[in-house]
């Protein structure tokens, strides 16, 4: 009898740890299978539901959009958890966006080159990597705070505009 409470409960425990939801920061990632031509995000909190999500752009898109635009989302939506990234807007189709998702709110609409915030980027080592000014990366990406503390990981931000004529 031991050997078999003993076998349930491991069996029940790796269960547990392979089905569990993600809980560290370095797990949560942007979910794979965006619709390609996805260029606004929204990042998953605690209670959110499909319908929440929705909800929260008052109307802008549909459920079914929700899910046509997140395939990997089930259709009873159980499987989001807090933290994850989803797709909530299209750009036109026929032209890319400037930074593929995941991106932050208000990225400037003629930016022409992206950079993807890895483990140990600050917005200093950015700015000098890329070659530009931290006044022009906090214009481009005004999701930023003015000291820059609220920079994401796994992110993408703008490092380039076009240039005018």
């Known amino acids: 009898m031991f050997a078999i409470t003993t076998f349930v409960a491991a069996l029940a425990l790796v269960a547990n740890q392979a089905f569990a939801a993600p809980t560290e920061m370095s797990h949560l990632v942007a979910r794979q299978g965006y619709d390609s031509n996805c260029?606004?995000?929204y990042?998953?909190?605690s209670g959110d539901t499909c319908l929440?999500?929705?909800n929260k752009y008052n109307g802008t898109f549909s459920?079914?959009?929700f899910y046509?635009?997140?395939?990997?989302?089930?259709s009873d939506c159980h499987n989001l958890y807090?933290?994850?990234v989803v797709c909530v807007g299209l750009g036109d189709a026929t032209e890319p966006p400037a930074c593929p998702a995941p991106v932050q709110p208000g990225l400037v609409s003629d930016c022409d080159a992206c950079y993807l915030v890895v483990e140990g980027d600050t917005c200093y080592g950015v700015t000098q990597a890329n070659g530009i000014s931290l006044a022009d990366f906090l214009l481009w990406n005004p999701s930023l705070d003015a000291a820059c503390t609220n920079l994401q990981l796994g992110y993408?931000?703008?490092v380039g505009v076009e240039a005018s004529s």
Request: charged share 10%.
């Open 39 to 41: 260029t606004e995000t």
């Open 43 to 45: 990042s998953v909190i």
């Open 52 to 54: 929440a999500i929705v």
């Open 63 to 65: 459920l079914s959009d």
């Open 68 to 74: 046509s635009w997140n395939p990997q989302v089930a």
């Open 82 to 84: 807090p933290g994850e």
């Open 156 to 158: 993408n931000y703008c």
